[in-house]
């Protein structure tokens, strides 16, 4: 998609420091890091966010996870971690591109806010 700057990181046209790719995801490192490991996953194709994606994006979704957990553990978050999906406006999503945060340690992550 045009304007979009995680379709542009995906095609290689914006650089990102890639801590994995394959032909349909790649991980690099978020911009303003919120924890000592924090990775964005993505996918290349362009999916607005989890509510707008469809059944037949679920098999993708699924590699996303597997490699949010391999990805955690080889970039030093091996005792756990947090991964998080804004979605929406109420998720707080800022950037229409689905997208994983992977956040993690050395140190806990700390509880969700709470806000009941
Ligand atoms: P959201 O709030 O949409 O879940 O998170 C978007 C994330 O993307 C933010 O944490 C922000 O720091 C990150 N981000 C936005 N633009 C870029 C960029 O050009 N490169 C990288 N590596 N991260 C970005
Ligand atoms: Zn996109």
């Known amino acids: ?3 979009c700057i995680f379709c542009k990181i995906g095609a290689g046209e914006i650089p990102a420091k890639f801590v994995y790719e394959d032909e349909d995801i790649v991980a690099f490192p978020d911009i303003q890091p919120q924890r000592p490991v924090h990775i964005l996953v993505i996918p290349r194709r362009h999916i607005v966010s989890l509510a707008e994606a469809t059944p037949s994006d679920e098999a993708l979704m699924g590699r996303m996870l597997g490699v949010a957990n391999r990805i955690a553990t080889s ?5 756990g971690f947090r991964v998080i999906i ?7 999503q800022e950037v229409m591109h689905l997208h994983m945060h992977i956040v993690g340690g050395p140190d806990p992550v700390g509880p969700m806010l709470k806000r009941v």
């Open 75 to 79: 970039q030093g978050s091996t005792d």
């Open 86 to 92: 804004n979605t929406g406006p109420i998720g707080g």
């Open 1 to 3: 998609m045009t304007d």
